[in-house]
């Protein structure tokens, strides 16, 4: 099941993703904001639910995860996150979440946080907007402008329209299929890669 949460642009946030959930609410919705709740914003960027159902929630100023009723959340002032302003989150086969950030990648093996920047990193880039994990744990990075860039937990590499089948430089959508394919959605079609075989979609074919 979906739970879709629409901006009304009166008393809802926004939020730009679509959380998966076994449950539905039966008895309408139940509002959660900065005010009445330990969500440090009200402003969603992106929200995940992982393997143990745990809800984690990007935000202008923060990343917040709701286990049932307890909240946790993460800020620059409590933890080694990169950045407050959090632009993806996901999730890896291995339950490690993973956030994008305009400062930088993030990873949260649930006890300790590691941050790849260009100070301590060799990332090519770090104004991450979107983030999915592939099944062999490889994580990509999609960006505004920069194309999209792979990372094995060991090497960084860069794709874009000249140097790969990637359909445009504007990465506006990422996400890996149950079946753990990667899917790359772009300012000038999609690319589905899958061990390590692209194809490219758009309009004419």
């Known amino acids: 099941y ?13 939020v ?20 009445n709740s330990p969500l440090p914003s009200n402003k969603i960027t992106s929200m995940i639910r ?22 946790q959340t993460y800020q ?10 959090i632009t993806s989150v ?8 993973w956030v994008g950030t305009p400062h930088g990648l993030g ?12 100070a301590n990193s060799d990332i090519p880039k770090e104004e ?7 099944l062999d744990g490889s994580v990509w990075l999609g960006y505004a402008q920069y194309g999209a860039v792979s990372f094995d937990q060991k090497n960084w590499t860069v794709y874009n329209p000249a140097n790969s089948p990637l359909k445009g430089n504007t990465v506006y959508a990422l996400s890996r299929d149950s079946r753990g394919v990667i899917w790359i959605g772009t300012n000038s079609g999609v690319n589905r890669v899958e061990a390590g075989n692209w194809a490219a979609f758009d309009p004419t074919n």
């Open 107 to 118: 990873r949260f093996d649930g006890t300790e946080w590691l941050s790849f920047t260009k």
């Open 90 to 97: 996901a999730e890896g086969p291995d339950g490690v979440i």
């Open 76 to 85: 620059t002032s409590n933890s080694a996150i990169p950045y407050d302003l």
């Open 2 to 14: 979906a739970v879709r949460f629409v901006d009304c642009n009166q008393n809802l946030s926004s």
């Open 50 to 71: 992982d393997s143990r159902g745990r809800l984690w929630l990007g935000t202008y100023n923060g990343l917040a995860c709701k286990d049932g009723e307890e909240w």
């Open 128 to 134: 991450i907007s979107r983030v999915a994990v592939a």
């Open 16 to 35: 730009s993703n679509i959380a998966e959930s076994r449950n539905i609410w039966l008895n309408g919705w139940t509002y959660f904001n900065a005010t």
